[in-house]
């Protein structure tokens, strides 16, 4: 007897589309759990966005954070060869004529010339050197040892107080010791003492002889004013300018500081835009995947908490954004008075600065603070997503577990339809026999 190859051929049914009907129905549960599941992950991408819409808002604190790095002050120099200047937040504008006269130089010490550096040894073992800058010293081993080793004593000495030690070789046979100070300006000169296993001073086995003298930095500002100073960095001699000398010039060059509000404005502008680019997103997401989501509540009153609450115990003479033309709309959003802010600026810059960055109070500083823990791997928003995640998980477990089971399902209904096709089949041809049959006994009783 011929076998089934196809479902519904022994039974006449539609084996196909009974199935068919059959696992619809049990595949309802399933459907709803990815219905779920879909959610779940709109809400996911929906955080991600709101992750997305609060980081401009930290960068914008972090940038007001570090307010006296805004440029307040510019300071251009003229001849830029001659020296660079920067300002901080307590300069002023004004004109300046600037001569170098003098770079500062370090000092610097050298041996006699010896013909190696390996080998020759100095003094006797137990002998010390001292050195000594700006009244501090030190001593290392010096007895005993070659010009290498003694230059390895003195950098590797851990109370170095700034000399640094060096080996030229001027040919093969002419080795020096070369001692530098770290330091320029004559204030930092060296000194040194040889001094015997006894602690008696003796004379110098290297024959240290300066080789460069110390120098100090001077400027001559507006014709008047001699500046003298040990360093080529000079942070003094005008309040909140900071000069870069680089070269001596034989006469004045210019150097120009003024006040620019431009980066001031741009960063609070900055900071407002984010502010209200977060408004706009927290909104549009409360009418979409996150419809009644309580992160969003979360989110948007820890921020307005912040501006909201004034800084307390600042220095200066501004305390609240409002005072700076930065204020509250009826829609929630922020407004800058550009005009407020630069008088702000003009006024009390360092008042302002505190507004900002003080490192308790500072409405920048809070907020940088809230955003990052609310950001960060275990904030407010990375539970909401690890909660979120948990679920969708969840979800496609159960319906793996599901859809094996009713993969089973399925396969033993067509295996019970199988047997029913084959059953009928062969009932099927049992029939037409007997039909046969009886069509032949009928035909021969007739026949007689």
Same mark, same amino acid.
């Given at each position: 007897?011929?076998?089934?190859?196809?479902?519904?051929?022994?039974?006449?049914?539609?084996?196909?589309?009974?199935?068919?009907?059959?696992?619809?129905?049990?595949?309802?549960?399933?459907?709803?759990?990815?219905?779920?599941?879909?959610?779940?992950?709109?809400?996911?991408?929906?955080?991600?966005?709101?992750?997305?819409?609060?980081?401009?808002?930290?960068?914008?604190?972090?940038?007001?954070?570090?307010?006296?790095?805004?440029?307040?002050?510019?300071?251009?120099?003229?001849?830029?060869?001659?020296?660079?200047?920067?300002?901080?937040?307590?300069?002023?504008?004004?004109?300046?004529?600037?001569?170098?006269?003098?770079?500062?130089?370090?000092?610097?010490?050298? @041996?006699?010339?010896?013909? &190696?550096?390996?080998?020759?040894?100095?003094? *006797?073992?137990?002998? !010390?050197?001292?050195? /000594? #800058? %700006?009244?501090?010293?030190?001593?290392?081993?010096?007895?005993?040892?070659?010009?290498?080793?003694?230059?390895?004593?003195?950098?590797?000495?851990?109370?170095?107080?700034?000399?640094?030690?060096?080996?030229?070789?001027?040919?093969?046979?002419?080795?020096?010791?070369?001692?530098?100070?770290?330091?320029?300006?004559?204030?930092?000169?060296?000194?040194?003492?040889?001094?015997?296993?006894?602690?008696?001073?003796?004379?110098?086995?290297?024959?240290?002889?300066?080789?460069?003298?110390?120098?100090?930095?001077?400027?001559?500002?507006?014709?008047?004013?001699?500046?003298?100073?040990? @360093?080529?960095?000079?942070? &003094?001699?005008?309040?909140?300018?900071?000069? *870069?000398?680089?070269? !001596?010039?034989?006469? /004045? #060059? %210019?150097?120009?500081?003024?006040?620019?509000?431009?980066?001031?404005?741009?960063?609070?502008?900055?900071?407002?835009?984010?502010?209200?680019?977060?408004?706009?997103?927290?909104?549009?997401?409360?009418?979409?995947?996150?419809?009644?989501?309580?992160?969003?509540?979360?989110?948007?009153?820890?921020?307005?908490?912040?501006?909201?609450?004034?800084?307390?115990?600042?220095?200066?003479?501004?305390?609240?954004?409002?005072?700076?033309?930065?204020?509250?709309?009826?829609?929630?959003?922020?407004?800058?008075?550009?005009?407020?802010?630069?008088?702000?600026?003009?006024?009390?810059?360092?008042?302002?600065?505190?507004?900002?960055?003080?490192?308790?109070?500072?409405?920048?500083?809070?907020?940088?603070?809230?955003?990052?823990?609310?950001?960060?791997?275990?904030?407010?928003?990375?539970?909401?997503?690890?909660?979120?995640?948990?679920?969708?998980?969840?979800?496609?477990?159960?319906?793996?577990?599901?859809?094996?089971?009713?993969?089973?399902?399925?396969?033993?209904?067509?295996?019970?339809?199988?047997?029913?096709?084959?059953?009928?089949?062969?009932?099927?041809?049992?029939?037409?026999?007997?039909?046969?049959?009886?069509?032949?006994?009928?035909?021969?009783?007739?026949?007689?």
């Amino acid at each position: 007897m011929p076998s089934i190859t196809a479902p519904g051929i022994g039974s006449g049914l539609d084996v196909n589309s009974i199935v068919s009907q059959l696992m619809s129905q049990e595949q309802q549960p399933i459907l709803a759990l990815q219905q779920k599941q879909a959610g779940y992950t709109a809400q996911l991408s929906a955080i991600g966005q709101l992750r997305n819409a609060v980081s401009p808002l930290q960068d914008a604190a972090n940038k007001l954070k570090d307010f006296s790095s805004l440029a307040a002050f510019t300071a251009k120099s003229a001849d830029s060869a001659k020296f660079t200047a920067s300002t901080d937040n307590t300069a002023a504008a004004g004109s300046f004529d600037i001569q170098v006269q003098s770079l500062a130089q370090s000092q610097k010490l050298g @041996s006699a010339a010896q013909a &190696d550096k390996d080998t020759t040894t100095f003094g *006797n073992v137990g002998d !010390t050197l001292t050195l /000594a #800058v %700006n009244g501090n010293s030190f001593s290392v081993a010096s007895g005993g040892k070659t010009l290498s080793e003694i230059a390895s004593a003195i950098n590797a000495a851990t109370d170095n107080v700034g000399v640094s030690a060096s080996v030229v070789q001027e040919n093969a046979n002419s080795f020096y010791l070369v001692l530098t100070s770290d330091n320029t300006g004559t204030a930092n000169t060296i000194t040194t003492v040889f001094k015997d296993s006894g602690g008696s001073a003796v004379a110098d086995p290297l024959t240290l002889a300066q080789t460069q003298a110390a120098k100090d930095a001077s400027i001559l500002i507006d014709n008047t004013y001699t500046v003298t100073r040990s @360093s080529n960095t000079v942070t &003094d001699a005008i309040q909140g300018v900071t000069l *870069n000398l680089k070269e !001596t010039s034989a006469s /004045a #060059v %210019n150097l120009k500081v003024a006040k620019g509000t431009a980066a001031i404005t741009g960063a609070v502008g900055k900071f407002v835009d984010a502010y209200n680019g977060l408004q706009k997103s927290l909104t549009d997401l409360s009418n979409g995947s996150l419809s009644g989501d309580s992160t969003l509540r979360l989110v948007q009153n820890q921020i307005r908490s912040i501006l909201n609450t004034p800084p307390v115990g600042l220095s200066g003479g501004v305390s609240s954004l409002s005072e700076i033309g930065v204020s509250f709309q009826k829609d929630g959003t922020l407004k800058l008075d550009s005009g407020k802010l630069s008088d702000a600026v003009n006024n009390d810059l360092v008042g302002l600065s505190d507004l900002f960055e003080n490192d308790d109070q500072g409405y920048a500083f809070r907020l940088y603070d809230t955003v990052e823990q609310m950001l960060g791997s275990s904030g407010l928003l990375s539970a909401r997503e690890d909660g979120l995640n948990a679920r969708i998980g969840d979800a496609q477990d159960r319906v793996t577990s599901m859809q094996f089971r009713l993969d089973k399902t399925e396969q033993q209904l067509r295996a019970q339809f199988a047997a029913l096709d084959s059953l009928m089949s062969r009932l099927t041809q049992t029939s037409s026999f007997l039909t046969a049959q009886l069509s032949s006994l009928s035909s021969g009783n007739s026949g007689g």
